[in-house]
């Protein structure tokens, strides 16, 4: 009789001691990716222009692609929507950037955004 083991292949104990850096790509499985939705509020063409230069210099070295979309704020200003995937380790510049970008202005981000709401997909 052969027993069929219901754990994974990276909980083996010998797989374990040796690291997964050890096993061929199709063994090691999907990368786990989370989605994030920052929301910044702009209130003119140069603070959109400084977040979008931010964006370049912080997000795009570090391999995140944000999709960039534009909704109208409150008193006349802009909010500027950025969706984007990341994997644990480039989670910190994500936290990197939204700290540079809060300290000129209002961010609010949110891990795994509902895709049933219309309005903010």
């Known amino acids: 009789m052969r027993l069929i083991s219901t754990q994974s292949v990276s909980t083996h104990p010998l797989l374990n001691k040796l690291g997964l850096g050890m096993l061929p790509r199709w063994l090691?499985?999907?990368r786990r990716q989370h989605h994030y939705r920052?929301?910044?509020?702009?209130?003119?063409?140069?603070?959109?222009?400084q977040v979008l230069e931010m964006v370049s210099h912080t997000l795009q070295p570090a391999g995140l692609h944000p999709v960039q979309s534009m909704t109208p704020g409150r008193s006349g200003g802009r909010e500027l929507v950025l969706n984007l995937?990341?994997?644990?380790?480039?989670?910190?510049y994500l936290v990197q950037f939204v700290h540079q970008v809060g300290a000129a202005h209002p961010v609010r981000w949110e891990l795994r955004p509902r895709g049933d709401d219309p309005e903010r997909t």
């Open 38 to 49: 920052l929301q910044i509020r702009c209130e003119d063409r140069a603070d959109l222009d």
């Open 85 to 92: 995937r990341c994997t644990p380790p480039q989670r910190r």
């Open 28 to 30: 090691r499985g999907k």
